[in-house]
């Protein structure tokens, strides 16, 4: 298991355990996070997965995808550090992993 801290956009901070091998959204959806709507499921068709790494993680995680970085132009206030917790995949590399949630999901 790897842990994984969620902050909402008040900054109420939520640590949870992660499975290997799923991704931080379903994490999050099963964890009951807030401010992760998921509606595609996690297919990278959406931007309501939408998450700020916190920026000691951001060099961390593995470079976005085109497909991501096209989902994002959806997503509500992208800075640098924004990703789709779709797709990121939880490993042990990961523990400690910090995201915020945005005060809204595109």
Aim: net charge negative; aromatic share 4%.
């Amino acid at each position: 298991m790897t842990s994984i801290t969620f902050i909402d956009a008040a900054g109420a901070s939520r640590t949870v355990e992660a499975d290997d091998g799923s991704t931080v959204m379903e994490t999050a959806l099963r964890n009951s996070v807030p401010g992760i709507e998921a509606e595609c499921g996690g297919a990278c068709a959406c931007a309501t997965c939408h998450v700020y790494v916190d920026d000691a993680w951001v060099a961390k995680l593995p470079k976005q995808e085109q497909m991501e970085e096209d989902m994002l132009d959806f997503a509500f206030d992208v800075r640098p550090g924004s990703r789709l917790s779709c797709q990121i995949k939880v490993s042990p590399a990961l523990a400690g992993l910090v995201v915020t949630t945005p005060e809204k999901q595109g």
